[in-house]
């Protein structure tokens, strides 16, 4: 076993720190107190910069204008990205658009490839996917409602969808529909790439999510999909392969977002030590000398740690042995690093005291929508059944 | 022992429930989507006929206009009300106002009953609390540092305060200020009146609190005092016993304070129970068959009896020995029922999965507003202290 | 609301109390060292001075010999007995005795109460209960399998019963065995009554419990029974009724063992202070001088304040509505206060260092023996089922 | 980063697994019904197993009879080992012997060495060390009183000690004791090598601990010096080095009992599986159906998972870059990995029910024994804070 980085990746990551610090830190107040519209210039400028120091879309691939990095290297910047909410957005390797830029690259057709995917990874647009829906458990794919029927050379849409993230100004929404009602129930279903100008594809509203509807890219949209009428070449992959296609895309996925909320804890942990260590709560003492405190500091730095190299095992089991090889380890750091994820953020809140229920720190923001960290993707509950399934069957 | 009510205060609660259910329930989507003064309205109808049903501020004294209850009814029924963000404000009996006309009835000169007391009971104008100060902790009372200088007839007040609840749109202000820098610690503060119009008074802004900064009685503001003149006759009780009056203040508070947390579990248990029991999650099979469920459901409800019967037992030692015997028990419930509150809520929003996130249930507000309870009145970390202290001291 | 106790059981409990300490805890040294048996002698005169004070079996009739408290004046007896691990035997309320000799004084025959009663309540006799089964789940009584087969004018007995606490040296053993195998699930079986030295009742062997077969009645037998043989006049209660007979048993029995559990964390609590107050761990300063030691300090009072008073309002609802209406609030303590129980004994262990760990104090007795709270009686997650069931009823 | 293992080191792995299940599990009843001295023979004639399989000593340095594997190597060897409790003594890398041999291997003079490392390495006798005392805290080591007085060319020391592991049958006691009481704190104690059969050496008793007072190997001794002479030559590494020395012990010790551990909550998690997999619980139902059960299934995997990772990321880094470097990592898994430990092993003996309770499985034994975990070689809390200070150097 080597947990050695090579020393090329720690300067990259030294680099990108710093940017995130001295470029992203700054823009925050004005995105935690006037929303992600009054953010875009100071964000457009910091992706130009990103750009000009060769750090854009460190994991797309090179021949679409990214780094070409692989899963653990990215995982690796996702974590210092995730430091501050701006960070995957800077550096154009936001969710759910870095998911919809890798299904097209492995699955996309020549002419699918040509007109999206150069235009995403640059961020000159951006994409969605419509995959959960309001009626059915997202846990349980098979109760899928969507339904995409053929008709001649076009599939006709009609569902609807909410929690489609980043809908409100994206160009491109990769929908999860029923295309085959009567085929074994994995495979009943199918991706459609639909542009949101497309009649009949109406964003119903943003879904206020913790106090607020949010706009642009930080949103959560309800989708409504009426006669929605798209040409069969829009289909991504082959018909009634949208489950093994969103397998695909879960995976790497989960360990961005566990990089990303590693990226986090970071954050709150050194915004709690500094508070602690300055913060006067009686003449000569400091909240730092007191022993809760310090237990809560060491809790969050072991949790971190094992939650850490927990998902960096998981990277490496899928870069050396693939998605498969790697199902009980993503199940683990589902449900593990939000956890962590959780409680780190709790504690440094509460050692902030008042201070931590405002917005004038960004502990008040990761505390409500990180809340979603345990239910995305498969809540808690589903991953840890999983992975019991798997161990269980060892033993009947 | 006896835990049994009277039938009458049962049937009163029973009264109690069914309004909120049938009036106050339905105002809070607008509420939870659009803010308070988009509610106003309808609030104000719903005070209205709260009035003629008799129901009224049911903790304040008969000859101003209030029901006239005692610490233990008041408590049950601040439990009904507390399903209901918009319970206590209702009936008249909303923090900081109920906690501010206590110590106006009991520590008030006639004059200043005369001005404020009717005016404030029956909601024609609001008052608010300044206390907390941003630069100090809020738990050491020590390090307070607005300063009231005596100055002719006149006190001058100056200092900085913050988390001075509903201060946006309040008439008046019982400002803590130092009056006697000289004095033992716990005899430098005193109260003072200040008519929220007196010049120097300013309300710099309403903080944003978990991504609002709120409005109207909703807020928690950002108040400066310059230069900030009112005559001696402003002071509230005797010069330098700001302490014992907030003391005298913070006890049936606290009371009132956890017995709305129940409230709120209260919800937050039947919104699990409700959505458990009607969601579909596989053919067949509804989410309230699973155990992981129903032993978030089973301990939910076992924490808030073991916290509900605590939170009586408090307010029958201090009904029947006073303020000072319940000591221990008040330290016990506010960290308690604050570690509850935040375990049971979090359970139902688990439960509703993304539905939960949104503000279409009321889970979501209750999820990050109440987060607050664990930090004011004294954060849980500096009332276990408190009690330790007490319990160790026969054994030293 | 009333949480006051009447001052005569107040004095009875003062009473008690230094009875345990003075008598009682001498003699635990001499029980964790050398076993039960080594401190018979000591026990057999407390018992006596115990009977001299008026203060035998007060649980019992007075009419066999004890004093006849209610179920909620013996539950506060119980706490204070179980401050030692000698408490409930010295004073002649011990289980599985005390439970027995409800049954008898409930359902037994004229001659069975001659036969038993006194000599029971005396102390002269022990007895024990032969429910549980070691190839089936004791958490769900359909599946018991010792039978009682009926030929001619008697019962002849075939099964495997383990965890028949105290069979060593009892005189007497209550068996649960199914006479009715063709009967609805709830009525098949029985309670007979199966003198120890009848032939074909035979303990096999005391189970070794956490490092210890134990001796004489702290210790737990596996019995078998083939081809024993009682005449029909053994059976206890009608045939049929031996569920409807142990549930009878088991509520005031959940009781007794949740205040005698909350008796065990009132002396861990002590010792935990007791500990903090006085060790030094640098030069000046005391374990009790820190942070860590006193949040557990607090959260362990509050935990047991809960706990009492859900204890107590368990006991009065089925003092005052009876068995049934209780069920709710028995399944609650079941495992709230278990919970409780573990965690206390946990922390005071933990507080003590190596010392916690040797049998130089009570508490590693504690942290082993009481580790079946959680199981016995039902583990703690089968009562949350149950409870989440009857919640979850009105949602459907 | 690189997570993979040898196969050299995986087939060792699989080797030594084997053993312990095929000839280590069958010992383990006597040993828990009977004693160790019961066992003694059956592991007498495993040793001589091992050692035919080349497989003796695997931590040991080949010059002295051991396999010479490093510190990762071993790592991953005792958590094989740590499935069984008597799996250490069996492949004769047993505490404190493993520690003592390490200290005489480094520190030892030539006739040190030649007197007791092969003796020691072969397991022909035992040795133990004495540091601890009952009077003052073991988490302070500043508090140590046990005396060497330097006499002529003798050392005699007086002191008391106690958790003097194995020290009921060992040949030699490695003895920390003050030789320079005014030199600065940590430069005032010396380590001394005291055969035990050295007048004035006494072990008082083996201080009972969780029910038993052990005997031979499995004991915890109390141990008196009075007037016990030992020549200047029995110094062990330079005088006033003492607590160098310990700490230089202390790092990979750690390492090892984490890892050790971590073979018991595997060892825990396998019968938790088998009994789940097993047990009817109710027609065609089975344990391992149940959610809860399947919850702490993959609670624990992922806890254990992510406990390994980092004890093999602590043992990497003191391999690589040292002990010092290895500080913060060390002091997180101690606390880490200890609570791992114990709620692994208390869900495996839950999952059990009664049978949990007993010695008829290992789970009571782990359960008892190991609690030590949280306390040994300095408390969880010591370690947390040791850990945020150091983590709070950077922010003051």
Not at 32 to 51: D, H, T, W, Y
Not at 140 to 153: F, H, K, S, T, V
Not at 244 to 267: D, E, F, K, S, Y
Request: hydrophobic letters at 40%; one cysteine or more.
């Amino acid at each position: 076993m080597d947990f050695s980085q090579p020393p090329s990746l720690q300067a990259l990551l030294d680099k990108i720190s710093q940017f995130v610090e001295s470029e992203l830190f700054p823009l925050e107040r004005t995105f935690l107190l006037e929303g992600f519209n009054a953010v875009m210039p100071g964000l457009a400028a910091a992706r130009e910069r990103v750009k000009e120091l060769g750090l854009w879309a460190p994991n797309h691939p090179t021949e679409h204008g990214g780094m070409g990095l692989d899963l653990m290297q990215h995982a690796a910047i996702s974590k210092e990205l995730g430091r501050s909410p701006l960070g995957h957005y800077a550096f154009g390797c936001q969710a759910p658009d870095a998911g919809n830029i890798e299904l097209l690259h492995q699955f996309g057709s020549p002419e699918q490839k040509e007109r999206w995917l150069d235009r995403l990874v640059s961020g000159e647009v951006r994409s969605c996917f419509g995959m959960t829906e309001p009626q059915v458990a997202g846990s349980n794919p098979n109760l899928i409602e969507c339904r995409a029927r053929r008709d001649g050379d076009d599939y006709v849409l009609d569902g609807q969808k909410w929690f489609t993230s980043g809908a409100d100004g994206a160009a491109l929404c990769i929908v999860m529909a029923v295309t085959n009602p009567d085929a074994p129930k994995y495979q009943q279903a199918s991706m459609i790439l639909v542009p949101t100008d497309t009649p009949g594809f109406e964003r119903v509203r943003n879904t206020p999510v913790m106090g607020h509807a949010g706009e642009g890219y930080f949103s959560h949209s309800e989708v409504s999909l009426r006669d929605c009428r798209v040409p069969v070449s829009a289909l991504l992959g082959p018909e009634g392969k949208g489950f093994t296609l969103a397998q695909t895309r879960l995976g790497p996925g989960r360990i961005h977002h566990c990089m990303r909320w590693l990226g986090i804890c970071q954050r709150a942990l050194e915004l709690m030590c500094a508070r602690a260590a300055t913060r006067l709560i009686a003449p000569g003492e400091m909240l730092a000398d007191k022993q809760i405190i310090r237990a809560w500091i060491a809790e969050s730095a072991a949790e971190m740690q094992a939650a850490e190299l927990m998902v960096q095992h998981a990277a490496w089991t899928m870069h050396i042995q693939g998605n498969k090889a790697a199902r009980h380890s993503i199940s683990m750091i589902k449900f593990y690093v939000a956890g962590v994820l959780q409680r780190v953020v709790d504690r440094a809140l509460q050692v902030h005291g008042a201070l931590g229920m405002t917005d004038d720190t960004v502990l008040a923001f990761f505390y409500r929508e990180e809340r979603a960290s345990r239910i995305y993707d498969g809540p808690d509950e589903v991953h840890k059944m999983s992975l019991a399934r798997q161990i269980l069957k060892s033993y009947r």
